[in-house]
């Protein structure tokens, strides 16, 4: 397997940060296949530093619920003093760490991350890391919700199902089921799980935001309220679909409490019914804090508000933004007329892979393009005033694509939203982005931090966001649905999906009659954002993406409107 090179086996490990850790690589490995510990015990003692004086020698029958055989514990005690210089003792990391704490200075610094081994676990099974990566943010925002907007009386209580739930998650964060390298009985149950917690999150973001909305001034007027339990403001665009009975939207407008006209765009809703409507409007709502907005009848007292926003079958644009469409994808992207794109766009193409799913002999993918996506006609779906929006459709392979492409007015973003049904086989989908330019710098988001990577074609985990910067002017791709990534020259390549088989080592059982069950079948959704900009500060883009995952709640609120009063008393039946 690739494994990332290490000064030596014992180490210090020095984060982005400064800070620093003891660090210990595993020699040979950490399960045994023989009662008989010899080998394993040479091979550990063959690895170590001497001068150290301790080391440590893994043992014990694997698959990730075992340990040790009574034959093996019998071996060590054995043979406790068997070994010429050696002494065998049962113990933990922790002990070995606390033994060689007092020579950390003299042991070799690795600086940077650990990461990189089996690159096709970074990727394989999307649907259950994107579900992951969503209940871990859901169950987060419930949290903050509970802590800041419930009520004190229903904490203990909310807090024991939160705690359920987020036991559920941390199950499913198992590495060979988040890694995506399980059996496939093994996933309905993992999606049952991941499902579970996320209905407790849902229910929890319910009870508190509703209970809530108690405390918040009664009004004759439908209000949609947004609730942001985030320490920090929550600015953007949200959709909503008010209930108006079943009528149609018609002259309806938003204000905020004051009467102050807030602009909207009618858009399509989720229902494709009549009388169903969907709005899409500017949202400011404070720090832990609450923004109501009233559904008012009757003609809106402002005009439409202006646009910077154009867009046609070739081109979606606003004043800081021109995208060139064309069927493959996107060809052109200018930033405050600065063309960053090459020939090659930004697209989609399948890549033939025959790796296992661990991907354990390779740290990149490069096998041969198999096909290129080409759909047709992009359709314009929305023209403004507050956003634009183009869709294009058609076939890569065996595979349904559709490929939406939204600009904001005023803001220096890109809205990518990719709907793919895959029916692939050892194949990867990934998504390419041509560069004009080299970057000067790459940076990608990682859990807790970010890391300055080197181009190349080496396949590396992301999570959260990745950056790059050229003189004077920076792009990032924000997403929690991509977790796997490459830089190679001017060629940035975001690895989406793969589909080798299930839980293959690369080779066949004894008993195989060709049946195969492949991984990232069916329906997958991505959601990107392109954020450019001078500067884009790792901070700031951390900020961005938990804003993105974490929106505010909306919802309809009635309380306060002048309806008949409710009638208390018994009810008459008829015999």
Aim: with cysteine; net charge negative.
């Amino acid at each position: 397997a690739q494994q990332l090179p290490l000064p030596a086996q014992t180490f210090r490990w020095r984060g982005v940060g400064g800070g620093e850790l003891l660090g210990f690589r595993i020699a040979p490995a950490y399960v045994t296949r023989s009662d008989d510990l010899y080998g394993q015990i040479m091979l550990a003692a063959d690895e170590a530093d001497p001068d150290l004086g301790h080391t440590m020698c893994f043992y014990g029958v694997g698959n990730h619920g075992g340990g040790p055989t009574k034959a093996n514990i019998e071996y060590i005690l054995e043979h406790r003093c068997a070994f010429g210089g050696l002494e065998l003792r049962f113990s933990t990391p922790e002990v070995f760490f606390e033994a060689v704490a007092p020579q950390r200075e003299r042991l070799s610094v690795h600086e940077g991350e650990l990461q990189r081994t089996f690159p096709g676990c970074y990727s394989v099974m999307h649907d259950v890391k994107q579900a992951q990566r969503e209940g871990e943010h859901l169950l987060a925002q419930a949290e903050d919700f509970i802590e800041t907007l419930g009520e004190a009386e229903r904490r203990s209580d909310q807090r024991a199902r939160l705690d359920a739930a987020w036991n559920d998650l941390l199950f499913t964060q198992f590495h060979d089921i988040l890694a995506g390298t399980s059996i496939p009985s093994a996933w309905p149950s993992v999606r049952a799980m991941q499902g579970r917690a996320r209905i407790v999150g849902e229910e929890l973001l319910l009870e508190t935001s509703r209970r809530h909305s108690r405390t918040l001034p009664r009004l004759d007027e439908q209000q949609l309220v947004l609730m942001n339990a985030l320490e920090t403001p929550w600015a953007g665009l949200l959709e909503a679909e008010p209930f108006l009975d079943f009528d149609a939207w018609g002259e309806r407008w938003l204000s905020a409490l004051d009467g102050t006209p807030v602009p909207h765009q009618c858009i399509q809703p989720e229902a494709t019914i009549l009388l169903a409507n969907r709005i899409l409007f500017p949202a400011d709502v404070p720090a832990l804090g609450v923004q109501q907005l009233l559904v008012r009848d009757g003609p809106n007292p402002e005009p439409e508000p202006t646009s910077d926003l154009r867009a046609s079958e070739t081109e979606l644009a606003n004043d800081l933004l021109r995208l060139e469409l064309f069927p493959g994808g996107i060809r052109g992207l200018e930033y405050r007329g600065r063309d960053l794109l090459g020939d090659g766009g930004i697209g989609l193409h399948l890549r033939e892979d025959s790796s296992d799913t661990w991907t354990f002999h390779s740290d990149r993918f490069t096998e041969p393009v198999r096909e290129r996506f080409c759909g047709g006609s992009w359709v314009v779906e929305e023209t403004g005033p507050l956003r634009a929006r183009a869709r294009l459709e058609g076939f890569l392979g065996k595979s349904a694509v559709r490929l939406t492409v939204s600009l904001h007015r005023g803001e220096p973003s890109i809205y990518l939203d990719l709907d793919v049904t895959f029916s692939e086989r050892f194949a990867l989908l990934q998504l390419p982005i041509d560069l004009r330019e080299t970057p000067k710098s790459w940076t990608d988001g990682q859990a807790g931090g970010w890391a300055e990577r080197h181009a190349s074609p080496t396949e590396w985990p992301v999570q959260g966001w990745s950056r790059l910067e050229f003189g004077g002017c920076a792009l990032a791709l924000v997403t929690h649905d991509a977790y796997s990534l490459s830089l190679n020259e001017k060629c940035w390549q975001w690895t989406l999906l793969r589909s080798p088989i299930m839980a293959w080592g690369g080779g066949k059982p004894d008993v195989h009659t060709g049946r195969a069950d492949h991984t990232d079948q069916g329906v997958h959704r991505f959601a990107f954002v392109l954020e450019l900009g001078e500067t884009l500060a790792p901070e700031a883009l951390d900020a961005r993406a938990r804003q993105l995952a974490q929106p505010p709640v909306v919802f309809d609120r009635y309380d306060g409107m002048n309806r008949p009063p409710r009638t208390s008393g018994t009810c008459a039946h008829s015999s």
